[in-house]
């Protein structure tokens, strides 16, 4: 049986830590939470050679074991305590080779901990071509730890590391800068409470034990009481610290780094930097490479969500030329498959916009549209670093929340929670694509500008629009005494890493495929329950009222006796009740009793609208079952006017509905748990149901 060891991946932000994560365990890994903390962890397995098996762990990005975030303040609560289920046996510490002397830091830190590491010098083929030559030997002898120069991007060098980690000790690791001389009364007193002989740890645990679960009342009393003894001051002592750790590194370096590249090295990122990050040029190049994405996502996959269309339409039909007729037939072809075909559909939509937020990422592209927008931000109640929560809701709102624990103003962190929902994501992709190509025509302006697409991203343009309104009200209401500020690194220009395009297109399609498909089949399967049966009686009466026709032999009342019958048992059933039920609320707004069962039924994951209506559409056709979603939908009148259901106007007032509206379990929920409380989510889909509400009924009675 193969033996287990634990590695923790440590590392600056945009060291290349996570695409080493991604190559030492390619597809085998998992997110969870860190015990007690609501904070992403990602964990993977890899074959080290012979029987070692490496469980690895992915700590979050951080400059420091000082937390600015609590993202940062989960790495030294995992390295602190030995009992914890994350504690790593040794540590891989990534540090880019560009970049040596500031990510050294953070070595020479978690080095001072005791526990066995290897350095992965990252980016040296990248450190090669801006001139700087590193003597990896030379380091590793001064260090005293094994050093691997490694490109993660080019996937060079990690057999080399799988090697390094089989043979890693703790035995010829150098002491870095003397710590015991910050503060040796108060540091021999803190390891005489802990019973360790390790000079940083004691150290650390006087600046972060407040943090720490870790102790009794009565130790953190202790030790705050050591602290106000001997006049314990963190600020300073963290600031001396950083200082002397520099000039060890110094040391260190001199000799071992050999830099001809100094003027050139950041040169081509500084010239792109100039226009790409200009306050005109560099607003208009984000909008364009805005309108690329979204015209992209229609043009693009109009081509495979057409076979994936006709595919289903294809398994409906030769389910019911060959499965028998019954009530399981019509519930697994009417509600699982219709169901489940109105969301695999989308599957080309959701990999190309993720491929394009991945692209944008992996360049480094993301980081300047961050910092171009933090003045904006500001003047709206919100910082910089709120940007990427906003940018990360394209994809989803739920971890786009969770990383706002990275904003230090609880103030900022609030409102960027609060807004982030408002952005479009990828779940409402399936809703706005569904409803456009019902009422805005395929056509190109201009002979290359697709008028869905321009559509499609007028919607995610609303969507934004709308958050930064929120904020600055929101700025206007939340008052708090405290500052914020932003402080990024600007990564260099970089050629994306396909396979990692590629990788991030299959994961996140999967994983909307098998988190919405689960939903979406539940979800399917109860509806066609409550769409095929209803009150004894009233069905009784239906039955009675078409045998009556039938008896007549009325060729003309014949030819549409199922069609008519279906739809009058589909209006009469348990979900025709509870649509009729909320109709007299949502017709001022364009909507039917069809629609208001997609808006309850879509509370639980908003892509659910067109599970939801596919399987109402194949339950009201009666024995025309056969057909695709949209030209269901589109042939769908109104029995009142005679015109059809989806209109421009009420297209329009129900995916700017979706657009405001929270319709999400998941978010409702991970907010309570980021805030700790029922307030906010409250007023979340309070103000959030009450802006939907009122832009579609605006957009409606404007329109009809």
């Not at 940083?200 to 050591?226: G, P, R, V």
């Not at 904020?471 to 206007?476: E, G, N, T």
Request: charged share 20%; aromatic share 10%.
């Amino acid at each position: 049986m193969a033996s287990t060891i634990k590695i923790a991946l440590v590392g600056n932000p945009n060291t290349g830590k996570s695409t080493l994560f991604n190559l030492l365990t390619g597809l085998n890994q998992k997110i969870g939470n860190f015990p007690g903390i609501t904070v992403d962890k990602k964990i993977g397995y890899s074959k080290l050679g012979g029987d070692k098996l490496a469980e690895i762990i992915d700590l979050p990005g951080t400059y420091s074991l000082y937390p600015k975030s609590r993202d940062e303040r989960v790495v030294f609560q995992v390295l602190a305590d030995k009992t914890n289920a994350s504690y790593p046996d040794l540590m891989v510490v990534v540090v880019d080779a560009t970049n040596m002397r500031r990510n050294l830091l953070l070595y020479t830190q978690v080095a001072d901990l005791g526990i066995p590491i290897v350095l992965a010098l990252n980016m040296t083929d990248m450190a090669m071509k801006e001139g700087i030559n590193v003597n990896v030997d030379k380091l590793a002898e001064r260090l005293g730890v094994q050093v691997v120069a490694i490109s993660a991007r080019s996937n060079k060098g990690i057999d080399a590391l799988k090697r390094a980690l089989l043979n890693t000790s703790i035995a010829t690791q150098v002491p870095g800068a003397d710590m015991l001389a910050l503060a040796p009364e108060a540091i021999a007193k803190s390891k005489a409470l802990l019973g360790t002989d390790e000079d940083y740890y004691a150290l650390q645990i006087l600046h972060q034990h407040a943090h720490l679960d870790l102790y009794s009342t009565e130790q953190h009393q202790a030790f705050a009481d050591i602290k106000a003894e001997h006049g314990f001051e963190s600020s300073k002592l963290q600031a001396a610290e950083t200082i002397s750790r520099y000039r060890y590194l110094g040391s260190i370096l001199s000799g071992v780094i050999v830099d001809t590249g100094a003027l050139r090295k950041f040169a081509f990122s500084d010239k792109l930097d100039r226009i790409l990050t200009n306050k005109f040029s560099g607003f208009l190049i984000f909008f364009l490479i805005l309108f690329f994405v979204f015209n992209s996502i229609f043009s693009w996959s109009a081509y495979p969500m057409e076979l994936i269309e006709n595919g289903f339409v294809w398994l409906t039909e030769q389910g019911h030329a060959h499965l028998p007729d019954g009530v399981l037939t019509n519930l697994f072809l009417d509600g699982v498959v219709a169901g489940l075909g109105g969301i695999v559909i989308f599957i080309p939509q959701i990999a190309i916009l993720f491929a394009f937020i991945s692209i944008l990422e992996d360049t480094g592209y993301m980081a300047r549209v961050t910092f171009m927008m933090d003045k904006i931000m500001r003047k709206f109640g919100l910082s910089g670093k709120s940007v990427v929560p906003m940018i990360g809701s394209l994809a989803c709102a739920v971890p786009s929340i969770m990383s706002a624990r990275n904003i230090e103003s609880w103030k900022d962190r609030i409102i960027t929670i609060m807004v982030v929902p408002l952005v479009s994501c990828s779940a409402r992709l399936p809703v706005y694509t569904l409803l456009i190509s019902l009422i805005i025509p395929e056509k190109m302006i201009f002979g290359f500008i697709n008028l869905q697409g321009l559509t499609l991203m007028g919607m995610y343009v609303i969507s934004i629009l709308a958050a930064i309104i929120v904020a600055f009200v929101m700025k206007l209401i939340i008052k708090a005494k405290e500052k914020s500020y932003f402080i990024m690194e600007l990564p260099v220009y970089r050629m994306p890493r396909w396979s990692n395009v590629l990788f991030t297109m299959y994961e996140k399609s999967k994983t909307f495929v098998l988190e919405a498909g689960k939903v979406i089949i539940a979800i399917s399967i109860i509806l066609w329950v409550l769409a095929s049966y209803g009150p004894p009686k009233r069905f009784n009466e239906i039955d009675k009222k078409y045998a009556l026709i039938e008896a007549k032999k009325d060729s003309t009342a014949i030819s549409t006796l199922e069609r008519d019958k279906a739809a009058e048992r589909l209006e009469n059933s348990y979900a025709g009740v509870i649509g009729h039920a909320i109709e007299p609320v949502i017709r001022p707004l364009g909507f039917d009793w069809k629609i208001g069962i997609a808006l309850v039924t879509s509370f639980a994951a908003r892509e659910a609208f067109v599970g939801t209506m596919a399987t109402i559409y194949s339950v009201d056709n009666g024995d025309e079952q056969v057909g695709t979603i949209r030209n269901k939908m589109a042939a769908a009148k109104n029995a009142d006017t005679g015109l059809p259901v989806f209109t421009f106007a009420t297209g329009l007032s129900l995916m700017l509905f979706y657009a405001f509206a929270m319709q999400c379990m998941s978010t409702v929920a991970v907010v309570f748990r980021e805030t700790k409380s029922w307030k906010w989510p409250v007023i979340q889909l309070l103000y959030m149901t009450g802006m939907a509400y009122v832009a579609s009924l605006i957009a409606f009675q404007l329109l009809k």
